[in-house]
């Protein structure tokens, strides 16, 4: 499949094979991102990538592409919003259906791009206007092609749904209404599919005495409501996920289950599949069963209330919640336990800080807040970990065909990489050839009080590979366990209903079979350093189908995220259009090879420093040590260092944000640092530019700043250079030079003196060559 580039060249991705295939500029004339093609490897350039040639289009993309309508010079045209088109769309008079110019259309191709021409389309939708409320989310389901509209089978199945819970419904459950289970959730959410109770358990004497606690985690049993085959299951896998957009979501099911039968509202009875844990004092789960139920939320908390009443079990949000709060404490109890088990296994935990954003009525961002994880977002994750990893094994002992959640460690070609860029630090810490978690983990805690923890953290982040939902179980790596699914949120994810499928077969002692209609999916696109992706119409074998399926579910859940940043991209963009000209500090969060990411400290908005803004003089990245250095001053920039930057320039269109760099005091004292370490001198010396003769004489003496030091010495540079050309040009004898200044002279003398001697010798030279020509 053909992916565009914004500059106008593209990549083949292939079917077969690891390497993307280059093509050129004038090779994407012809064709347009996402179309599929047969190319041929023209050459290989000097770092041995391949660049092609288009033989063939195999298949043009046939979904509707978004854009703004323009009318320039009596023309209609379609801008696409996905800039990886690379071409605009003519548009017929007769083909506009009535849109104005400046609204954003979905465009249906009549005529596909050629050699000579570019491609002609009608308009077959009218979104808006660019700046209605939520027309960035409009734009994104539709760029990103996730379905957002469930078929009218489905909304008519779901209508049919009763309201409320029927005595069939509760054959053969467990009745746990009395146990008071309890939701936790964020302040804003709508759909419940999780609840939790725990107590202390103790059984048996002496050596063989269990001691610990009865964990129960109950999942909403959305199995029981949506069935293979019918419409609500063939929509809920052709999304795969729920979409998450800023005041908006998109869900995977319709709102009379995620927000209503299958959501666990307190005190309504609900269906549930529970996974009911014992867990020992040193945090392990030493037995573990499921079980269908029906239960009866005791209560909504939020992780805000919880984090206050585990903070101080006598304040005013306990005193509302008294019956609940030993119950609570119990959760605290065990998710200790857990929490420490995790630490003893080496599981991986980055911290990072997460951000939240606020908007107004009219869609637009308000703040932009950091996002803290307190205990009670901990101790609902190690629940559903723990309940996760019984799935997993549950279906493993079982010799059942599943979806597992997989994470792999670094690829040789990455470990390599992050063994090299760990040396470069001198940290005295690396991995082994045989990577581990515990050793990523060591290195993640030895270095979380660094000033570039950041950096070091998104470097082994970066060394590993992204998790996938797959048929072959290779274990979790990030959270060190052999083996690991999604149990706890079938409203919100196909696997996790697939699973729960699974589990209700092996408890019913039978095996649950994919239906054929999960085969009808487009073929996954390959990844790389990954196998070829199985071709949905030769998925033959049971374990085959169940990898398609695993392949479909890891490319939706990528299109969510993808949406996702899209939208957030675009709101903070637009956010930061209000703030052009301003002055912020920041933290560079990244390095690349043309400029600095950085992070305001004050909105939680991300932008670049092109390199170009970074001064005169030319930076080199360094790649191992992730940093740029400037060759003159040895000034480096490195994740991490903070910064005073300027907003200087926002594209809504590209979704970035550019930075001025703005030199104050603290930029002052980098300069000067650098300049004493490449010249050699002590913290204590004063001046600071590396320079010679009575240049560095008189700045030294004057005692000039450092950043001024550096000003100066660059504009008698300048200076020199023109009066040489000047003198060559000329050719007439400059008059002689003064005599020099003594040492203490002030620098911008001194610096005319030295100038003025810089004329005087090429202007000398000029007129011996003439008299050797005469002669």
């Known amino acids: 499949m053909l992916q565009g580039h914004r500059d106008g060249h593209g990549f083949l991705i292939p079917d077969v094979g690891t390497q993307d295939i280059y093509l050129p500029q004038q090779e994407m004339h012809a064709v347009m991102h996402g179309d599929r093609l047969r190319v041929r490897v023209a050459r290989?350039?000097?770092?041995?990538?391949?660049?092609g040639r288009v033989l063939e289009i195999l298949d043009r993309k046939k979904k509707p592409?978004?854009?703004?309508?323009?009318?320039?010079?009596?023309i209609w045209l379609v801008a696409p919003e996905d800039k990886r088109m690379g071409q605009d769309i003519l548009i017929p008079k007769?083909?506009?259906?009535?849109?104005?110019a400046g609204q954003v259309v979905a465009v249906e191709l009549i005529e596909p791009p050629s050699l000579y021409a570019q491609p002609v389309g009608?308009?077959?939708?009218v979104l808006g206007e660019i700046d209605d409320p939520g027309m960035e989310i409009e734009i994104a389901v539709r760029k990103y092609e996730v379905p957002h509209r469930f078929s009218a089978e489905t909304l008519s199945q779901a209508a049919k749904l009763p309201e409320k819970l029927r005595a069939l419904d509760l054959k053969g459950r467990i009745d746990l209404r009395d146990v008071p289970l309890v939701t936790i959730d964020g302040e804003d959410a709508r759909d419940f599919d999780d609840a939790v109770f725990c107590e202390p358990h103790k059984h048996g004497r002496g050596k063989t005495a269990f001691v610990g606690w009865r964990l129960l985690v109950a999942i909403a049993d959305v199995s029981h409501y949506v069935k293979p085959g019918d419409p609500l299951d063939e929509d809920a896998y052709e999304r795969a996920t729920s979409v998450y957009f800023p005041r908006r979501v998109i869900p995977m099911l319709p709102e009379k289950l995620s927000n209503g039968l299958c959501s666990l509202n307190p005190n309504e009875d609900r269906l549930s599949m529970v996974c009911d844990m014992l867990v020992d004092d040193s945090g392990e789960v030493q037995a573990y069963q499921f079980y269908p139920a029906v239960i009866c939320s005791h209560a909504r908390f939020t992780y805000n209330e919880v984090a206050a009443i585990?903070?101080?079990?006598?304040g005013p949000e306990?005193?509302?919640?008294?019956?609940l709060v030993p119950h609570l404490l119990h959760l605290h109890e065990v998710f200790r336990a857990l929490l420490a088990e995790r630490s003893r296994r080496g599981a991986i935990d980055f911290d990072t800080t997460e951000t939240q954003i606020v908007c107004d009525d009219n869609g637009r961002i308000e703040r932009i807040i950091p996002r803290t994880r307190n205990d009670a977002h901990k101790l609902i994750e190690e629940a559903m970990l723990a309940a996760n990893v019984c799935a997993a094994d549950f279906i493993a002992e079982n010799k059942q065909a599943s979806l597992f959640r997989v994470h792999e460690g670094p690829t040789p070609e990455k470990r390599v990489a992050l063994q090299a860029y760990l040396r470069a630090l001198g940290l005295g810490l690396s991995v082994s050839d045989q990577p581990t978690p515990k050793e990523i983990a060591a290195i993640a805690a030895a270095t979380k009080d660094r000033v570039d923890a950041a950096q070091i953290h998104a470097m082994l982040l970066r060394s590993m590979q992204q998790a996938v939902y797959t048929s072959a179980n290779a274990g979790h790596f990030g959270l060190s366990y052999e083996a690991y699914t999604h149990f706890t949120s079938p409203i919100r994810r196909y696997p996790?209903?697939?699973?729960?499928?699974?589990?209700?077969?092996?408890?019913?002692?039978?095996?649950?079979?994919?239906?054929?209609?999960?085969?009808?999916?487009?073929?996954?696109?390959?990844?790389?350093?990954?196998?070829?992706?199985?071709?949905?119409?030769?998925?033959n074998t049971e374990m085959e189908r169940w990898e398609?399926?695993?392949?479909?579910?890891?490319?939706?859940?990528?299109?969510?995220?993808?949406?996702?940043r899209d939208v957030e991209a675009w709101l903070k963009c637009r956010y930061m259009r209000e703030h052009l000209g301003e002055e912020f500090a920041g933290t560079v969060s990244a390095v690349t090879s043309f400029g600095l990411f950085v992070q305001l400290d004050a909105l939680y908005v991300e932008g670049l420093i092109h390199i170009t803004e970074l001064g005169g003089e030319y930076f080199k990245f360094d790649e191992l040590r992730q940093e740029l250095r400037g060759e003159r001053t040895g000034l480096r920039y490195a994740t991490g260092t903070r910064v005073q930057v300027q907003v200087s320039r926002v594209d809504l269109d590209a979704r970035k944000i550019d930075f001025r760099l703005v030199r104050d005091s603290d930029e002052a004292k980098l300069v000067a640092r650098a300049q004493r370490d490449k010249a050699g001198l002590p913290p204590s010396a004063r001046g600071g530019v590396k320079s010679s003769g009575a240049i560095s004489g008189a700045v030294q003496a004057a005692g000039q700043s450092p950043l001024d030091a550096l000003e100066e010495v660059r504009r008698m540079d300048r200076e020199v250079k023109s009066s040489g050309k000047r003198s060559a040009k000329g050719g007439r004898k400059a008059k002689p030079a003064a005599a020099p200044a003594v040492a203490a002279a002030h620098p911008v003398k001194a610096a005319r003196q030295a100038a003025r001697k810089g004329r005087t010798q090429p202007a000398a030279g000029a007129g011996e060559a003439r008299a050797r020509k005469r002669r």
Not at 45 to 51: I, L, V
Not at 511 to 518: C, E, P, S
Not at 552 to 563: I, K, L, T, V, Y
């Open 122 to 125: 009608r308009v077959v939708e």
């Open 94 to 100: 007769n083909g506009t259906a009535n849109a104005r």
């Open 65 to 74: 592409i978004i854009g703004r309508l323009l009318l320039e010079s009596g």
């Open 318 to 323: 306990a005193a509302k919640r008294r019956d």
């Open 548 to 564: 398609v399926v695993g392949a479909h579910c890891s490319a939706n859940e990528r299109r969510a995220d993808e949406a996702s």
């Open 44 to 51: 290989y350039d000097k770092r041995g990538r391949p660049e």
């Open 310 to 314: 585990l903070a101080n079990t006598h």
């Open 496 to 539: 996790d209903l697939l699973v729960h499928r699974v589990i209700k077969a092996i408890l019913q002692g039978k095996r649950y079979h994919l239906d054929a209609g999960k085969m009808d999916v487009p073929m996954a696109t390959k990844r790389p350093g990954r196998a070829q992706p199985i071709d949905p119409a030769k998925a």
